[in-house]
């Protein structure tokens, strides 16, 4: 009878659980991989504090746990761990592992995304040029770093738009996109999310620029790929198929043209409608978001009596949220208290638009 040594039983039960969580994260269950995750985790904590050589191993598992708690909202968490990851592929840089630059430079963009996230879009500028750096150090000895290279340069120009910098932002993400068409043109089923991505970071851009007419373009091509997308797998794309349709609804806006834009809008409220039924805390501010975009665009059409059921709705989204203690942004609260005292104004419901314009000017004055 033989024996596999305790090392080949830990490798072997540490790859079992990187396949379930593979699995999980391309069918877009988050919080189903989240758990297997941090259990990876756990083990490679045991295993990097007897043996330093695995901290490379142990940095790559915070990084990926740090992602996953990014995406289900838990930001704080995932700073503090993208950090920690960050310090330990300086050190194994530092100390002339050159193998480990790739995964620093992927901890960077980690570390540049939940920076942003937490109102620090400076620190995250500079994170994520770093990231774009040493990406593009790397791609002419190894062009399989290009789609690493072209998701750095789009988040380097998230964070460009953010600071305001609309002009370079633009450009970041149109060379994103051209690398994204490159890689679908040589394989059409491999980067059709990311591609589906920068085109609608394009058209933000372009929105940014008070260029709508060219974004629409940008999102109707991303829209069309999303759909076919969210067929094949609906968790893991009909959020981005609503951002698309839900940004497509706010240029179609700016063009003067309501009615198409609530034909975008209100099926990315539909959407994000159904998603929060699955997951209220992950999906109710974005619905939050899609309330006031169709209550306003129903007001435009002179539709006040169907936008009211939508306002008060929202309402109770938004206590939600607050009491929740979920980050509901300023900006989505005055946005929506704005289209309902507009509403609640044009039925006759005074005193309610009084109060809701008081609320207003009071969150003015928080920001």
Same mark, same amino acid.
């Given at each position: ?7 080949? =039983?830990?490798? /072997? ?18 919080? %189903? ?18 043996? !330093?050589?695995?901290?490379?191993? $142990?940095?790559?598992?915070? &990084? ?8 289900? +909202? ?27 630059? !790739? ?8 570390? +540049?995304?939940?920076? &942003? ?27 399989? =770093?290009? !789609? ?13 738009? #953010?600071? +305001? ?24 089923? @491999? ?22 007419? %060219?974004? $629409? !373009? ?19 794309? $009909? ?36 998603? *929060?039924?699955? #997951? ?19 007001? /435009? ?11 008060? %709705? ?10 929740? @203690? ?7 609260? +005055?946005?929506?208290?704005? *289209? ?18 008081? %609320? ?8």
């Amino acid at each position: 009878m033989s024996f596999e040594h305790s090392d080949e =039983r830990i490798a /072997k039960a540490q790859a079992a659980l990187a396949d379930l969580v593979a699995t999980l994260s391309a069918q877009g269950l988050p919080a %189903e991989a989240l758990g297997y995750e941090q259990q990876i985790l756990a083990r490679y904590r045991e295993l990097a504090a007897a043996d !330093p050589s695995r901290r490379g191993e $142990l940095a790559s598992s915070m &990084n990926n746990v740090a992602a996953t708690l990014s995406e289900l +909202g838990r930001v704080a968490e995932a700073l503090t761990l993208v950090e920690e990851a960050v310090a330990l592929y300086r050190g194994l840089v530092a100390a002339g592992a050159g193998r480990y630059e !790739p995964m620093l430079a992927a901890a960077l963009s980690n570390l +540049g995304t939940q920076l &942003n996230r937490t109102g620090r879009p400076e620190e995250a500028w500079l994170m994520e040029l770093e990231a774009v750096t040493l990406w593009r150090a790397l791609v002419p000895a190894d062009p399989g =770093r290009l !789609p690493s290279l072209a998701g750095s340069l789009s988040n380097l120009g998230i964070h460009a738009a #953010d600071l +305001g910098r609309f002009e370079t932002a633009l450009q970041l993400e149109r060379e994103a996109l051209a690398i994204r068409r490159e890689l679908v043109a040589a394989d059409p089923g @491999g980067f059709l999310a990311d591609l589906c991505a920068s085109l609608s970071n394009c058209g933000n851009r372009l929105g940014d620029l008070d260029r709508p007419e %060219e974004a $629409l !373009p940008l999102y109707e091509e991303a829209i069309a790929i999303r759909r076919e997308l969210a067929r094949d797998n609906p968790p893991r794309h $009909l959020p981005s198929l609503a951002s698309a349709l839900f940004n497509l609804g706010m240029r179609l806006e700016e063009l003067d043209r309501p009615a198409d834009a609530l034909v975008a809008g209100r099926e990315a409220y539909d959407i994000r409608e159904s998603l *929060a039924d699955d #997951d209220l805390d992950r999906f109710l501010p974005w619905l939050g978001r899609s309330m006031a975009m169709v209550a306003r665009l129903l007001g /435009k059409l002179d539709r006040w009596e169907e936008a009211m059921p939508i306002v008060q %709705e929202g309402h109770q989204v938004y206590t939600y949220l607050i009491q929740a @203690g979920t980050p509901a942004s300023y900006q989505d609260l +005055g946005v929506f208290l704005s *289209a309902s005292a507009d509403v609640h104004e044009r039925l006759g419901f005074t005193d309610e638009a009084r109060i809701l314009h008081e %609320e207003l000017r009071l969150l003015d004055g928080l920001r």
